[in-house]
């Protein structure tokens, strides 16, 4: 069975974003780029899976700019055994994504397709959810544990939702993105990644896939948030009441 | 220790047994360079306090173990080792299963030393139609992470490295357009004549530079690795360096492997440069193991600390290219340093603050001090309405000519700043740097190529213009031993009347860990609070400075002597290591019972390396930690 992980480069977790002067979006530029963590923990769970004998072998695909490669490599040095890389310049939103991967699945016929539940770069948990929309297949979010049994071709996940844990017996093929606490990912060793770089890339355009980007939404502003402003020390229980009432506007 | 401990209670008694083995370093490898686990750190100092002693079942005691035992379960180890005789290369398990790769020459750091050299190397490779490998391991996650820097750069070396960087893009725009010094008080500026020229020097951030010269470097064949930490030096049995060996990645805070366990690897060269920047610590092992300081120029090396911010100010306050330099207020007459304010592109503006290393007061936070020269009427009114955008800190060389180490060991060299050629009336130090890892990178290839001795390394320097350069800037630094107005006086006298040919050479004072004053002799300095607009607590700067560490592995900071912070640091210096880390990696805390206890938040670390050098008992040594950690300079 192949498995498809779909990865993205996104701001990295540790550095500390700024919005750009002109409010279009966050600054980017000569800032660190790596692998979103949620993509890194959900290749590692294709490459458990890979390892313990359930999968033939690990498809990594990453949409995006030139500089994906980069991600895409380290992808390859952890252990994945291909990888794909869809070019495009400019803004791309989950419908997009969710497309081209469909128009992968399609050619590539995985077995499973593994994708971290979100991005830290916009937080938005739709893509997993819209591949499986489009490809009509069942899907098992914010997982954080993930059983195969091959025979019966059927995947056993637990999600993390907010009540607790529930656990839901899919037919393969389907989709699972993962949550934090499904594994930790590996150090990409450097043996691995000297051997990575000899791995092939294929490199697609969105419209060898057949997929028009587009997308009905625009982002017209991004703002940080207001600066929190100093309290206030109130003199009596009259004076908090007087100000939730006529100025928060909350009683 | 540590790892012994926790990983016995799984293991096999042979295993275990051998595993006491593996971790003890052996004897002939003292302060070896892989010493994990046996040293205590903060974390161990805390637990012990609290957790009770047990054992496991081989009789050894579980850790955490108390810090007044700790020398008996050293002497146990011992006993173990001697029984079946510690060996050379087992300074981990894992190095029992270490891969090991091997490269013509293995360069440690991506700095503008180890890159300018890998660069010159593949060039003079392409040249002679030849070809060695060449790797370059960093150990910040990215090229450019830990490269921090004022900085005006003179292009002299990349002139001669990459006399195309212009069309090739380098990241250098911005010339220097005017150049002032100012003499400071609490309240006035008084301008100076300025004492450099800097026609035909450019501000840049060297970060920027230093990730171009890494995608140069990477389009002439060279392998650059960051993200791996060279952790230890590999001998051959002639005591010979052939190569360094990676940390182990996914050891836990008590040192027992994580599910992502990765052993270090082994990077063998048939020549090794050691391009660490400042202090490098792999460096000093080495210039200690062969003696390289007596060898050298014989002075001792002298350091300064620099705490840097970038700032990016309103439009009508920007002036591209603009330089000052300021000493004076707020150190005092007996503590050298100043401060450097460079207008970059962008509307942003490097301010920096530099506090020599050889300051007696040990109540001298040298970022408070950045933090208060912000408030001077001549500089507050810049930053106002600007935003901070990184911070970060990393100590530098002021040892000059009289400091410089033989630089040739038997099997490598070092290179840059981890030697010391910076320039310090010039206060530069990246051209250097860069040269003399081309040097090295000209003598390494011929001894490759021709076998001709790498000896040869140390005359080429003699003879080239880092030599000139650094000798006529000898006197300036040493001047100002006897205070800040004869230090002026005679560095006039230097620089206008001797022009260097000064018949004499002054020395060094006192090594800088042995400056500090005791703490009964001086008196506390009240700091103000920062105002969160100009000035900022440490916490808000740190988190500018994109630094983060897994909190999960081993504190890298080490403590030969655990005991020496409660019993010399904090009685006798007033714990100066909790003033002069500019990342507040050391604290004092009381514990339950009310006694002030050193508490070590490695993961703050921005690997400055100023309390391996400032410990008055040289107790703190710095070792490298997980690749990857450390801060995240971009525009640094």
Redesign the interface.
């Known amino acids: 069975m192949k498995i498809m992980v779909a990865i993205k480069r996104v701001v ?1 977790y ?3 974003i ?1 919005v750009k002067p002109d409010k279009s979006g966050v600054e980017t530029s ?3 780029m ?1 692998m979103n963590p949620f993509c890194e923990i959900a290749l590692e769970e294709a490459l458990r899976i890979k390892e313990s004998g359930r999968a033939s072998e690990v498809v990594a695909v990453s949409v995006g700019p030139t500089q994906c490669v980069d991600t895409l490599r380290t992808g390859l040095a952890m252990g994945a055994d291909r990888a794909i890389h869809v070019e495009h310049t400019g803004t791309l939103y989950p419908l997009s994504i969710a497309k081209i991967l469909k128009a992968l699945v399609d050619a590539e016929k995985p077995g499973l397709v593994i994708l971290g539940k979100q991005a830290i770069d916009d937080d938005c948990n739709q893509t997993g959810q819209m591949i499986a929309g489009l490809l009509k297949w069942p899907q098992g979010t914010f997982a954080s544990k993930v059983v195969l049994d091959e025979e019966n071709k059927v995947a056993t996940v637990e999600r993390e939702v907010d009540g607790g844990l529930e656990t839901l017996c899919l037919d393969l093929p389907a989709v699972i993105t993962t949550d934090l606490r499904l ?5 990409a ?3 691995n ?2 051997k990575a770089k000899s791995k092939p890339i294929k490199k697609l355009t969105p419209q060898d896939l057949n997929v028009e980007v587009k997308s009905d939404l625009e982002v017209v502003q991004v703002m940080e948030p207001p600066k929190r402003k100093a309290g206030v020390v109130l003199s009596s229980v009259d004076e908090l009441i007087d100000k939730l009432k006529n100025e928060a506007h909350v009683i | 220790m540590l790892r012994l401990i926790s990983s016995s209670s799984k293991s096999k008694p042979y295993s275990s047994l051998s595993y006491s083995i593996s971790i003890h370093s052996p004897s002939n490898n003292n302060n070896s360079d892989n010493n994990p686990k046996f040293f205590s750190s903060g974390f161990s100092i805390n637990s012990a306090i609290t957790a009770p002693l047990s054992q496991n079942r081989n009789g050894f005691p579980k850790f955490p173990a108390k810090i007044a035992d700790f020398d008996q379960y050293g002497s146990r180890f011992r006993r173990v080792q001697d029984l079946v005789g510690g060996t050379r290369n087992f300074s981990s398990e894992s190095s029992l299963c270490r ?1 090991s ?1 091997n490269y013509d020459v293995v360069i440690v750091g991506a700095g503008p030393a180890g890159l300018s050299a890998a660069i010159k190397l593949k060039q003079t490779c392409k040249e002679n139609d030849v070809d060695l490998s060449v790797c370059v391991v960093e150990k910040g ?2 090229v450019g ?1 830990h490269v921090l820097s004022g900085n005006v750069f003179e292009p002299r070396a990349l002139d001669e490295l990459i006399p195309k960087w212009k069309e090739e893009e380098a990241p250098i725009h911005v010339p220097v357009s005017s150049d002032k010094f100012w003499l400071l008080s609490k309240t006035r500026a008084f301008s100076l004549p300025s004492p450099f020229n800097n026609k035909g020097n450019y501000v840049i951030s060297l970060s ?1 530079l230093v990730r171009w010269l890494g995608h140069k470097a990477e389009e002439l064949g060279v ?1 650059i ?1 960051p993200g ?1 930490a060279a952790s230890e030096i590999l001998y051959d049995t002639s005591d010979k360096v052939i190569g360094i060996a ?1 940390n182990d ?2 050891v836990a805070k008590d040192g027992s492997k ?3 366990f ?1 052993p270090g ?1 082994e ?1 063998k060269g048939k020549v090794t440069l050691f391009a660490e920047g400042c202090r490098g610590s792999l460096s000093e092992k080495i210039i200690s193991k062969f003696n390289l300081r007596e060898k050298g120029q014989g002075q001792h090396q002298t350091y300064a600390l620099g705490i840097k911010e970038v700032w990016e100010v309103s439009e009508d306050k920007h002036e591209a290219g603009s330089v000052l330099h300021t000493i004076g207020w707020p150190l005092n007459h007996k503590t050298y340093g100043g401060s450097f304010l460079y207008h970059m592109k962008d509307r942003q503006v490097a301010i920096g603050f530099v506090v020599a290393l050889n300051y007696h007061n040990p109540f001298l936070n040298p970022y408070e001090e950045f933090q208060k020269f912000k408030h001077h009427p001549a500089i507050k009114p810049l930053l106002e309405g600007g ?1 901070a ?1 990184e911070y970060g800190a990393r100590t530098l060389n002021e040892g000059g000519y009289q400091s410089i180490p033989y630089p040739v060991f038997p099997g490598g060299a070092i290179i840059g700043c981890s030697a010391g050629f910076l320039n310090v009336p010039k206060i530069k130090g990246s051209h250097t740097a860069m040269k003399s890892g081309m040097l090295a990178a000209e003598s390494v290839f011929r001894t490759l190529h021709e076998g001709s001795p790498l000896e040869a390394f140390w005359e080429n320097l003699r003879n080239s213009w880092i030599w000139k350069e650094l000798y006529n800037a000898r006197n300036y630094r040493p001047a100002f031993e006897y205070g800040l107005y004869p230090g002026l006086a005679l560095s006039g006298l230097e620089h206008y009347i001797m022009r260097g040919k000064s018949p004499w050479t002054l020395k060094h004072g006192k090594p800088d860990h042995e400056a500090t004053d005791e703490a009964q002799m001086c008196k506390p300095i009240d700091y103000p609070k920062p105002d969160g607009i100009v000035s900022f607590d440490m916490p808000t700067s740190l ?2 400075s ?3 560490h897994d909190h999960d592995q081993p504190a890298h900071l080490r403590l030969t002597d655990p005991k020496i912070p409660e019993l010399v640091n904090l009685p006798i210096y007033a714990g100066p290591e909790s003033r002069y880390c500019p990342a507040r990696v050391y604290e004092y805390t009381s514990d339950e019972s009310g006694q002030l206890k050193l508490q070590i938040n490695a993961q703050n670390c921005l690997h400055c390396k100023a309390c391996d050098i400032k410990d008055p008992k040289q107790n703190i040594k710095w070792t490298v930690p997980e690749g990857g950690g450390g801060p ?1 300079y ?2 640094m």
Do not use: C
């Open positions: 990295d540790a550095v500390k700024r000569n800032v660190k790596s594994n930790q990912p590996r150090y060793t450097l043996p990644i000297m | 891969e790769i996650a990215e992470a920027q392998e690795y791996f990676t990645m996914g994580k599910d992502n990765q690897v990077l935003t955008l988190y500018r994109n630094t983060n995240g971009t525009v």
